[in-house]
């Protein structure tokens, strides 16, 4: 199985801020993925990478963009943070390289944007 | 656009009653099956998945799905439910070769009254 790390449990930011979310696998597989979960609404797919500097926009990009320079870490990145960003941040990788085992997923970062 | 639609925003149960979610999917080639849980204050754990073979599958702490394919669902059932299973309910579906990413339904949350 792999596991997945994710910086921050919690995180409280001001309206406008650049923040950065960060998150590690322990094994070396390609794809890694950011979703964000909502009530009522799920998990939305934000990002994914399946690769090292390859990224792919999912659901609901706007707003976001991602950086992958190494394979064991996929860092989101809100350029500028607004307040309907407020969410629960999952950052998810596949149990093995080709992507065909089931997610794992970290404990997630709550945002509050103020 | 693929979807996947869970039909029960949220369940109320006794203990020892039956569970049955409800989970349809919109795509008609070939998928992956999942449902996930997330306990409260706990990251998402895999319950089950279906990939291929007996479309009745189990999981852990007793629950099972079953994948009708001509009725493109992913029902999870337990036979009878313990206050322990207050919980946050996920069905998945990831499409074949599309780089392994995720669908995810709305969610539906159990709170099971002891």
């Known amino acids: 199985d792999v596991k997945v790390t994710q910086s921050s449990r919690y995180l409280v930011k001001r309206t406008g801020e650049k923040v950065f979310l960060e998150c590690v696998q322990d094994?070396?597989?390609?794809?890694m993925f950011w979703y964000r979960q909502d009530p009522g609404l799920g998990l939305r797919l934000i990002y994914f990478s399946y690769d090292v500097k390859m990224k792919e926009k999912g659901d609901i990009p706007e707003g976001y963009s991602v950086s992958r320079e190494k394979k064991e870490r996929f860092s989101l990145i809100l350029e500028s943070a607004s307040t309907n960003q407020t969410s629960m941040y999952l950052c998810a990788a596949p149990g093995d390289s080709f992507g065909e085992a089931e997610a794992f997923f970290g404990q997630g970062t709550r945002l509050t944007v103020v | 656009a693929q979807s996947v639609s869970q039909h029960n925003h949220h369940v109320i149960l006794s203990e020892a009653a039956s569970l049955e979610l409800g989970c349809n999917y919109s795509y008609g080639g070939t998928v992956n099956l999942f449902w996930y849980v997330q306990y409260p204050g706990q990251h998402l754990q895999l319950l089950l998945k279906?990939?291929?073979?007996?479309?009745l599958v189990k999981g852990i702490k007793g629950f099972e799905a079953e994948f009708i394919k001509s009725k493109f669902s992913f029902n999870l059932r337990k036979p009878s439910v313990q206050w322990s299973d207050t919980a946050e309910y996920f069905c998945?579906?990831?499409?074949?070769?599309?780089?392994?990413?995720?669908?995810f339904g709305q969610g539906t949350e159990l709170s099971v009254k002891p």
């Open positions: 094994m070396d597989h390609e794809n």
């Open positions: 279906y990939f291929s073979g007996d479309p």
């Open positions: 998945a579906v990831r499409i074949y070769n599309q780089g392994g990413k995720l669908i």
